[in-house]
């Protein structure tokens, strides 16, 4: 695939970038399209099936058809952007996004500017809001616990399938299910230890194991020693190589959080 022809073809309507994008710790070329506005739409072509001239078409005809929201923020206000900060989780990455390192992966800043358009917080920006580091991320981490939900996953199933819970079968009592409304980047949850201590409550447990669905959610179980750890890890790894995309995985492996000692180890 000649990624410049796409770009050549799309610069005839728009102005574009070519880029590298890292999403979910796996690096891909995107194409950026300025379409003079705050929020440029950004594309990635080889997620595309055709020629480099029906690529083009078809990233043309979705930018055209982009309702843009109506944003009112100021990125360079920290007053403007604190409502939208929120902390995401990731495998370990280096660029310049506002991020810590966190067990064996990152957390990292971003803002929900709307149901389904956000956008990394750069070092760059954030100088801009002349805020001790902290106070952004404590801000950023309150934001982020509002928008999660700790349910059975019994309740997650009936939801899904909008019907009584008494439908769905009790063969999965024992599991809880760490997510958002959105399902979008709900994981940084694992670094919230009142949402851990609130999932170990509903299992009756002091203890509980974390398996990492996706950077999205978490599902979580008893540690009351019916499983094993290396059992838990290959079904986890199984389960990202065939049901997950590799930049929405998170680890190949399980994590244990203990109520008393409030740490989480992984496994």
């Known amino acids: 695939m000649n990624i410049n022809k796409i770009a050549d073809i799309l610069n005839n309507n728009y102005k574009t970038t070519i880029t590298t994008v890292t999403k979910g710790g796996i690096k891909k070329t995107a194409i950026v399209i300025n379409n003079g506005t705050n929020i440029q739409p950004t594309f990635y072509p ?3 099936e055709g020629s480099e001239e029906e690529i083009a078409m078809m990233i043309l005809s979705t930018v055209k058809n982009i309702k843009m929201p109506s944003i009112n923020i100021d990125f360079d206000s920290y007053k403007s952007v604190k409502p939208t900060l929120r902390v995401g989780i990731r495998p370990k990455v280096d660029d310049d996004t506002v991020h810590r390192d966190y067990l064996d992966l990152d957390v990292y800043l971003y803002l929900q500017i709307d149901s389904d358009k956000s956008a990394k917080v750069k070092s760059e920006i954030m100088k801009h809001w002349n805020m001790p580091e902290a106070v952004v991320w404590n ?3 309150n934001n982020t616990k509002k928008d999660i939900s700790v349910t059975s996953m019994r309740e997650t199933i009936a939801n899904l399938m909008e019907c009584d819970i008494d439908d769905i ?3 999965c009592h024992d599991q809880i299910v760490i997510k958002n409304e959105k399902n979008f ?3 940084s949850a694992l670094m919230m230890f009142d ?3 609130l999932a170990a409550s509903k299992l009756n447990e002091t203890k509980i194991i974390i398996l ?3 950077i999205h959610e ?3 179980m008893a540690n009351d020693g019916s499983h094993e750890y290396d059992d838990l890890n290959s079904m986890v790894i199984e389960i990202n190589n065939t049901q997950v995309m590799p930049e929405e995985r998170l680890s190949n492996h399980v994590y244990v959080y203990d109520t008393i000692t409030k740490s989480v180890v992984c496994k």
């Open 46 to 48: 080889y997620d595309y």
């Open 139 to 141: 801000d950023a981490i």
């Open 169 to 171: 079968p009790d063969d």
């Open 185 to 187: 980047r709900a994981a």
């Open 195 to 197: 949402i851990l201590d």
């Open 212 to 214: 990492p669905s996706s």
């Open 218 to 220: 978490l599902i979580v």
